[in-house]
Nanobody, 119 residues
Framework: QVQLVESGGGLVQPGGSLRLSCATA????????MGWYRQAPGKQRELVAR???????NYADSVKGRFTISRDNAKNTVYLQMNSLKPEDTAVYYC?????????????WGQGTQVTVSS
């Protein structure tokens, strides 16, 4: 079983910054593609950014140039640095660990951390 624990959410003013962390346990961290997703009220969960064990990275268009995803394989932790935050970034942010095998896909989720961007 894989455990994911997010931290770092909170209330921030527009233009501010936050850094989210996701610590993992119970698995070989480098076997997983790590991602950050978010879900705003009344909306579907959407991909924000993801990173492979070899640092291949994808971002949602809405966060390109403002958010940076990174991972520390020695600490089994993935980060999301969020700069120039906008009210529309307000959502619950979830950490995801994904692994694909020839038999099935594995997906694990954290409990989520609230990010609120408001003046």
């Amino acid at each position: 079983q894989v455990q994911l624990v997010e931290s770092g959410g909170g209330l921030v003013q527009p233009g501010g910054s936050l850094r989210l962390s996701c610590a993992t346990a119970g698995t070989s961290f480098t076997m997983y593609v790590m991602g950050w997703y978010r879900q705003a009220p009344g909306k579907q969960r959407e991909l924000v950014a993801r990173i492979t064990s070899t640092d291949n990275i994808n971002y949602a268009d809405s966060v390109k140039g403002r958010f940076t995803i990174s991972r520390d394989n020695a600490k089994n932790t993935v980060y999301l640095q969020m700069n120039s935050l906008k009210p529309e970034d307000t959502a619950v942010y979830y950490c995801n660990a994904h692994r694909r095998t020839i038999w099935t896909d594995y997906d694990y989720w954290g409990q989520g951390t609230q990010v609120t961007v408001s003046s």
